[in-house]
């Protein structure tokens, strides 16, 4: 397995968390992870292969590094996420929110309130 040194240095804890894991892996693999997984139960593999099913998910070097962590222990993978992502996904490809609402089975104010939420956070990025 692929040493990951820096892993040492991150306050974790010992059992998989949205925290935890956004910073061991990142908010965009942890959001692919949910759009993929989201609402099941998972084993964390102890030696992730190119072609298992999370490394095809949020790539290789990020299941090692859950691996590395966490491997073995389960990981009730969250909706939210992968929610809110698909939503974002969907609005930048031009759909509107009633498309949005038919396509995720979701109601059109959740779906306002994340792409509202999504466009307070770009405006203040910029300042």
């Given at each position: 397995?692929?040493?990951?040194?820096?892993?040492?240095?991150?306050?974790?804890?010992?059992?998989?968390?949205?925290e935890?894991?956004?910073?061991?892996?990142?908010?965009?693999?942890?959001?692919?992870?949910?759009?993929?997984?989201?609402g099941?139960?998972?084993?964390?593999?102890?030696?992730?292969?190119?072609?298992?099913?999370?490394?095809h998910?949020?790539?290789?070097?990020?299941?090692?590094?859950?691996?590395a962590?966490?491997?073995?222990?389960?990981?009730?993978v969250?909706?939210?996420?992968?929610?809110?992502?698909?939503i974002?996904?969907?609005?930048?490809?031009?759909?509107?929110?009633?498309?949005?609402?038919?396509?995720?089975?979701?109601?059109?104010?959740?779906?306002?309130?994340?792409?509202?939420?999504?466009?307070?956070?770009?405006?203040?990025d910029?300042?």
């Amino acid at each position: 397995m692929t040493d990951f040194a820096d892993i040492e240095e991150l306050d974790l804890p010992d059992n998989p968390t949205i925290e935890g894991l956004t910073m061991l892996i990142g908010e965009e693999a942890l959001a692919q992870l949910s759009i993929d997984f989201g609402g099941s139960r998972m084993t964390i593999p102890l030696k992730p292969g190119e072609h298992s099913p999370i490394a095809h998910s949020i790539g290789l070097r990020n299941a090692q590094r859950l691996s590395a962590v966490w491997g073995g222990l389960q990981l009730e993978v969250p909706l939210a996420l992968g929610r809110k992502e698909r939503i974002l996904r969907l609005h930048a490809q031009g759909m509107n929110n009633n498309q949005i609402a038919r396509v995720t089975n979701l109601s059109r104010p959740y779906i306002r309130s994340v792409i509202n939420a999504a466009a307070e956070n770009d405006q203040l990025d910029l300042l």
